[in-house]
């Protein structure tokens, strides 16, 4: 008898978690941690080389952990990249933590500018607080910078300045100098991996079990 009203009670509990994580907020796919507002002149950098290319990017602060899955670079008017470029997150002091190459092949994330994303998957890696920059190479002709746009993100993360490396057709480096200047944009930006319901809700389910079975362990 006591089985049965135990067995009953998880049935209960089941369909009622299952129903309230169907409507949880969170979505299921990942989210930029920096997107572009509608607005802003597409133009080429015209001095960055045809070689090598220059990099650009920006630094920003976390406040709190993020969990980073993609990086991404940005395509103005969703016109395909000339060329692959190299985009990177690196710590304040330099270390490279991540990079992927990035062309007008890759997959594309959604913006509300006037563009899309390209996006490459990387190790999945945590960011705790602290200053962080990302970075990509830019050639004379392509792709395309985005001038004047404004630009929001996360919560958890604040733009903090626009950076380049100082040698033009210098490559893929660590931009680690101030570009004196805040309205250029379309290096890179960074992905946030958040947890889909389905496995939040499974994992509500394995609570109610465990809570469940330590009761029934109770009343034997």
Not at 8 to 27: D, H, I, N, T
Not at 74 to 103: C, H, Q
């Amino acid at each position: 008898m006591l089985k049965s009203i135990a067995v009953k009670r998880f049935k209960v509990a089941a369909v009622a978690l299952v129903l309230a994580m169907s409507g949880f907020a969170l979505p299921a796919q990942a989210t930029l941690v920096l997107d572009l507002d509608p607005g802003g002149n597409p133009q080429e950098c015209g001095t960055c080389g045809i070689i090598a290319g220059q990099t650009f990017g920006w630094a920003f602060d976390v406040s709190s952990p993020i969990r980073i899955g993609s990086l991404a670079a940005w395509d103005s008017n969703a016109a395909a990249f000339g060329r692959a470029v190299e985009v990177g997150l690196w710590t304040d002091s330099g270390t490279l933590l991540a990079s992927a190459s990035i062309s007008g092949g890759s997959p594309t994330e959604a913006s509300n500018g006037d563009g899309v994303w390209r996006v490459e998957s990387i190790a999945r890696l945590t960011l705790v607080p602290g200053r962080y920059v990302m970075g990509m190479t830019f050639f004379d002709f392509s792709p395309l910078i985005q001038i004047g746009a404004n630009w929001t993100t996360i919560p958890e993360v604040t733009y903090a300045q626009t950076r380049l490396a100082p040698d033009a057709n210098g490559g893929f480096v660590f931009p680690g100098v101030d570009a004196g200047f805040g309205d250029f944009f379309g290096p890179s930006l960074l992905l946030a991996e958040l947890p889909e319901p389905a496995t939040l809700a499974l994992f509500g389910l394995g609570l109610v079990g465990l809570s469940l079975a330590a009761r029934r362990r109770r009343m034997v």
